[in-house]
C-alpha cells in the first residue's frame, strides 16, 4: 500500500528508501551525494549523485519537491544504471534470421531504431529474454535495448537501435518498478509525437495556468515566478490516456548566455498531479544541469543562445482540470490501470526484465521495461520518426 503522497506515491519514504540502501553505496561505486539547489535562484531541491567508475554516466541527477526526495531520486538513478552496466541474465549471439523460426522475438519495425546503421537481419545481435506485462509468455528483445555498459568495444551488433536509458526504473516494489518504468516510455513517447506536430497544434495543448489549484503545485509555480522564470506547460498525452506533461522554463530579461536556453522538463503519472509536478522539477533540475556542467553529455550547443521569451509568454487555453486522473491505494493498483490503457490503445506487447541483484532484492527492484510501438527519445541525435510519430496529429487526443 501507498504510504508517502508529497509530490509523488511510494510505499516507503524517499528518506527510509536512501537508508536502507546507505551501506551498499561502496558496493554501487557512489562516492558522494550533493546538494546543488543553491547554485540556482528556483530553490527545488536538486541533487547529484557521484559514481566515477560508471561505465556509462558518472553523475545522476534527482529532483523532488523535497530535499529527501531529491536525494532518493538521484541515488536510484544511479543505482539503476548500476545494474544495466552489469546484467547476469543469459544473451544469446544470432542474427534475426537465426532465431525468428525458433523464439518469439519482438517485431523490430516496432523498436527504436537509430538511423545511424540501417538494422539488418542477417547480421548477428545480442538477444535477451524478456517477460511480457500480461504474464502470458517471454519475448526475446534486442540486448541493446536493455543494457547500459557503454564501455569500448561495444558488443557485436551494437548501433542498430536507440540505445538508452528509457524505460529503466527502480522502486522499493516490483509493481512500483514497473510502474515507473512504463511511466517513463510512455512519456518519452507522449514529448516524441507533440514534438512532430506544427507549432498550432502543439500550441492548441497549452495549459491555462490559472486553472492548476492543487496546493502542491501552485507552490512549486511561485518559486518560479519569485524567480523571474516563466514557464509555458503543455498537456502531451497521447491517446493512451496517461497524464503527460511537458514544460519549459526560460529567464525574463537580459541573462547570461548560460540561461538563455529553456530549461525542459518532462512527466507522466496515473495522477495527473503528480505528472506535472514531475515536469515542473525536472525544468529546474535541467537548469542546475547547465549550471553545473555535471552531465558527461553536454555539448556547447547546449549553451548557445536561443530566443524563446515569446513563445514561453503566450497564454494557455486548456483546463489542467480537463484531463483524466487516476489514483490507486497501491502501485499494483496503477499498475493494472496503466496495463489496461497501453491494452485499449493496441499496444499489448509491453515487456519486461527484472535485473536486481540478489544483494539489494529485499530492499528495491530495478526493471527494464519495453513497449513495442512507442516512440524513443526524440532529443537523442540517433533517434528515427516511427510509424506514430508520422501520425501524431491523429494521436493527440
Known amino acids: ?116 546503421v540501417e538494422f539488418d537481419p542477417f547480421a548477428p545481435n545480442l538477444w535477451i529474454e524478456m517477460q511480457l506485462l500480461t504474464g502470458s509468455g517471454n519475448v526475446w528483445v534486442p540486448y541493446e535495448l536493455v543494457h547500459t555498459n557503454y564501455t569500448r568495444p561495444l558488443p557485436p551488433g551494437s548501433g542498430f537501435f536507440l540505445s538508452s536509458s528509457n524505460g529503466l526504473a527502480s522502486g522499493n516494489s516490483l509493481s512500483e518498478a514497473k510502474l515507473h518504468g512504463l511511466c517513463e516510455v510512455i512519456e518519452r513517447d507522449a514529448v516524441a509525437l507533440w514534438s512532430s506536430l506544427p507549432w498550432p497544434e502543439r500550441d492548441a495543448r497549452r495549459i491555462d495556468q490559472r486553472t492548476i489549484e492543487d496546493h502542491g503545485l501552485c507552490q512549486t509555480l511561485r518559486k518560479f515566478k519569485d524567480a523571474d522564470i516563466s514557464l ?22 537580459n541573462v547570461p548566455v548560460l540561461l538563455s536556453r529553456p530549461s525542459v522538463g518532462a512527466g507522466c503519472h496515473p495522477s495527473r498531479q503528480i505528472a506535472l509536478s514531475r515536469a515542473l522539477t525536472e525544468a529546474a533540475q535541467e537548469r542546475l544541469t547547465l549550471i553545473t556542467g555535471a552531465r558527461d553529455d553536454l555539448h556547447s550547443d547546449y549553451y548557445s543562445e536561443m530566443k524563446f521569451q515569446e513563445t514561453i509568454a503566450r497564454p494557455g487555453c486548456l483546463s489542467f482540470d480537463s484531463r483524466q486522473s487516476y489514483e490507486s491505494k497501491s502501485p499494483e493498483g496503477d499498475l493494472v490501470w496503466l496495463k489496461s490503457r497501453l491494452t485499449a490503445a493496441g499496444l499489448d506487447g509491453a515487456c519486461f526484465i527484472d535485473i536486481t541483484a ?31 510519430a508520422q501520425i501524431a496529429s491523429e494521436l493527440m487526443q
Open 358 to 388: 540478489d544483494y539489494v532484492s529485499d530492499h528495491i527492484a530495478v526493471v527494464r521495461v519495453l513497449v513495442p510501438g512507442l516512440e524513443g527519445p526524440h532529443d537523442d541525435p540517433r533517434y528515427t520518426p516511427g510509424l506514430r
Open 1 to 116: 500500500m501507498k504510504q508517502y503522497f508529497d509530490g509523488t506515491h511510494r510505499i516507503r519514504s524517499p528518506k527510509q528508501t536512501v537508508e536502507l540502501l546507505r551501506d551498499l553505496f561502496p558496493v554501487f561505486g557512489i562516492t558522494r551525494i550533493a546538494d546543488v539547489t543553491g547554485l540556482d535562484r528556483v530553490g527545488l531541491p536538486t541533487t547529484v549523485v557521484c559514481r566515477p567508475n560508471s561505465r556509462s554516466m558518472a553523475v545522476s541527477q534527482g529532483k523532488g519537491v523535497t530535499y529527501d526526495a531529491a536525494v532518493a531520486s538521484a541515488v536510484m538513478e544511479s543505482i539503476e544504471i548500476f545494474h544495466a552496466e552489469r546484467i547476469v541474465a543469459p544473451v544469446i549471439l544470432a542474427s534475426l534470421e537465426d532465431i525468428r523460426y525458433t523464439h518469439n522475438v519482438l517485431p523490430v519495425d516496432q523498436l527504436p531504431l537509430s538511423y545511424e
Open 232 to 253: 509555458a506547460i503543455w498537456d502531451v498525452t497521447t491517446e493512451i490516456g496517461v497524464p503527460a506533461y511537458l514544460v519549459w522554463a526560460c529567464e525574463n530579461g
